[in-house]
């Protein structure tokens, strides 16, 4: 029997305190970046936000988290694809001309409670 446990998501480095933090949390590389398994936000308070996921099975995961500036529900974007608000992913994975890959982004959710950091990319 598959355990559950909870996921933690630490969001630093915010610019400001602007819109809600939306956090996406993917469970396959099928999925990454176009159907999320589970969605959370968070106020932002002091630069940062916590969003937490409870009773997340056990596996591998990527998480992907943006400032809803004007807290519509989705990531922005310009024309051609590109986020107009903050956006990060786990393990701080940067893509170049591009989304990051699943592989850079993946991390393990054990038995255990596990939390994980993420720095708000200064490219905004």
């Given at each position: 029997?598959?355990?559950?446990?909870?996921l933690?998501?630490?969001?630093?480095n915010?610019?400001?305190?602007?819109?809600?933090?939306?956090?996406e949390?993917?469970?396959?590389?099928?999925?990454?970046l176009?159907?999320a398994?589970?969605?959370?936000?968070?106020?932002?308070?002091?630069?940062?936000?916590?969003?937490?996921?409870?009773?997340?099975?056990?596996?591998?995961?990527?998480?992907?988290?943006?400032?809803?500036?004007?807290?519509?529900?989705k990531?922005?974007?310009y024309?051609?694809?590109?986020p107009?608000?903050?956006?990060?992913?786990?393990?701080?994975?940067?893509?170049?001309?591009?989304?990051?890959?699943?592989?850079?982004?993946?991390?393990?959710?054990g038995?255990?409670?596990?939390k994980?950091?993420?720095?708000?990319?200064?490219?905004?």
């Amino acid at each position: 029997m598959a355990q559950n446990s909870n996921l933690t998501i630490n969001v630093s480095n915010l610019k400001d305190n602007t819109g809600v933090l939306v956090a996406e949390l993917y469970n396959s590389k099928e999925n990454f970046l176009k159907k999320a398994y589970k969605t959370g936000s968070s106020v932002i308070k002091v630069n940062t936000a916590l969003v937490q996921f409870t009773g997340i099975p056990t596996g591998e995961y990527t998480v992907l988290v943006y400032q809803d500036k004007n807290s519509n529900g989705k990531l922005d974007k310009y024309f051609i694809g590109m986020p107009k608000e903050p956006v990060a992913c786990s393990n701080n994975a940067k893509g170049f001309m591009g989304p990051p890959k699943y592989e850079e982004a993946k991390f393990n959710v054990g038995a255990t409670d596990t939390k994980i950091t993420i720095k708000m990319g200064t490219s905004h």
